[in-house]
């Protein structure tokens, strides 16, 4: 017995291991078909490159800046007369009303003396003249650049006013300035923790960012727009009944056109996105060809379609060799750019 615990039961224990192995072998790679059985497996599986329909809807062209609250820039008051400075009536840090009196200057032109017929010369007085400088706006005076019986021409500057005001400022970067087809007036903006988004006039959209500055004495000091710094830069006017302070954090948003019952495609089946592009239109027989076609404006996803398709035509949704379309917290939804690349 001990012989077969040792030797015999685990050698059979091996050839029945063996054998279930060998057949499992067999079946797998050298089982023969049964009789008459001529089916032979073929891939059965197909690439096909999504497809959207053309279709009508609404786009809603917002394009949204990331901004900062930024204090208007101190006014340099001028010197309107070239003479000497009498008298300095604000110290730097003072608040002054429009119209209110920065300094007095007083210049003396000494004049010829009168010689009568019979010899006889008469001194004249000087002409004397006064101005007094006064501050053009309402605000801080943010420095002081004269003092008493100082000498000035006229231009130099005599002071510096900040105005109690305030103006936003971002930068948009290429693909945003394309959706800006027309040029709105006024955006509105929001901000965190502060409030409820208000209406901001005068937009203009132009120039190079702002770069970072600041303002002389109490005025706070400016910082740099948040945003593409390759781009350009767009501003407008805060409300004056409206309480912010420089360096906030904003939200610009500048309607740009509305277009309903138009007809749409997403911009990732287009090639180009503003004024032409060429889309990729899939025939009867599934083959795509390429198309032409006039845009609209787009919202960042949604691209307006106003020539070269007829609703209910299938597209390619991708343009053919396209990188990938970002997804999820990827997407900017401002410019649809890829935010993870």
């Known amino acids: 017995m001990r012989i077969a615990k040792v030797w015999v039961f685990p050698i059979l224990r091996i050839l029945i291991f063996?054998?279930?192995?060998?057949?499992?072998?067999?079946?797998?790679?050298?089982?023969?078909?049964?009789?008459?059985?001529?089916?032979?497996?073929?891939?059965?599986?197909?690439?096909?490159e999504p497809q959207v329909a053309v279709a009508v809807g609404t786009i809603t062209n917002d394009v949204v800046v990331?901004?900062?609250?930024?204090?208007?820039?101190?006014?340099p008051?001028?010197?309107?007369?070239?003479?000497?400075?009498?008298?300095?009536?604000?110290?730097?840090?003072?608040?002054?009303?429009a119209g209110d009196r920065l300094a007095t200057l007083r210049s003396e032109t000494p004049q010829e003396p009168l010689v009568a017929a019979d010899g006889?010369?008469?001194?004249?007085?000087?002409?004397?003249?006064?101005?007094?400088?006064?501050?053009?706006?309402?605000?801080?005076v943010t420095s002081v650049a004269v003092i008493k019986d100082q000498?000035?021409?006229?231009?130099?500057?005599?002071?510096?006013?900040?105005?109690?005001?305030?103006?936003?400022?971002?930068?948009?970067?290429?693909a945003q300035l394309y959706r800006l087809v027309s040029r709105p007036t006024e955006g509105s903006v929001s901000i965190t923790g502060g409030p409820a988004p208000f209406?901001?006039?005068?937009?203009?959209?132009?120039?190079?960012?702002?770069?970072?500055?600041?303002?002389?004495?109490g005025a706070d000091a400016t910082s740099t727009p948040a945003g593409d710094s390759s781009g350009q830069s767009v501003s407008c006017v805060v409300p004056g009944d409206v309480t912010v302070f420089g360096g906030l954090a904003a939200k610009l948003t500048i309607p740009a056109g509305v277009a309903t019952d138009v007809l749409t495609v997403p911009l990732t089946a287009v090639e180009g996105?503003?004024?032409?592009?060429?889309?990729?239109?899939?025939g009867a027989d599934g083959s795509a060809e390429k198309r032409e076609v006039t845009l609209g404006i787009n919202d960042?996803?949604?691209?307006?379609?106003?020539?070269?398709?007829?609703?209910?035509?299938?597209?390619?949704?991708?343009?053919?060799?396209?990188?990938?379309?970002?997804q999820g917290d990827c997407v900017d939804p401002a410019t649809g750019a890829d935010l993870c690349s």
Do not use: M, N, W
């Open 18 to 48: 063996v054998a279930i192995a060998a057949a499992l072998v067999k079946l797998a790679f050298f089982a023969v078909p049964a009789a008459g059985d001529d089916t032979v497996a073929v891939p059965t599986g197909e690439l096909v």
């Open 66 to 75: 990331d901004a900062t609250v930024v204090a208007d820039p101190a006014t």
């Open 77 to 97: 008051v001028p010197a309107t007369l070239a003479g000497t400075v009498t008298g300095v009536d604000v110290v730097k840090g003072q608040a002054v009303a």
């Open 120 to 140: 006889t010369v008469t001194e004249r007085k000087p002409i004397v003249k006064t101005a007094v400088i006064t501050a053009p706006v309402a605000g801080t």
């Open 151 to 174: 000498t000035v021409v006229v231009g130099d500057a005599v002071a510096q006013v900040a105005p109690p005001t305030f103006h936003v400022t971002g930068s948009l970067a290429a």
């Open 199 to 217: 209406p901001c006039t005068a937009l203009s959209v132009g120039g190079s960012p702002a770069a970072p500055t600041g303002t002389d004495g």
């Open 273 to 282: 996105a503003a004024g032409k592009g060429v889309v990729s239109v899939v």
């Open 300 to 326: 960042g996803t949604t691209v307006e379609v106003t020539d070269g398709l007829a609703e209910g035509d299938l597209v390619l949704e991708f343009v053919p060799g396209a990188a990938a379309a970002p």
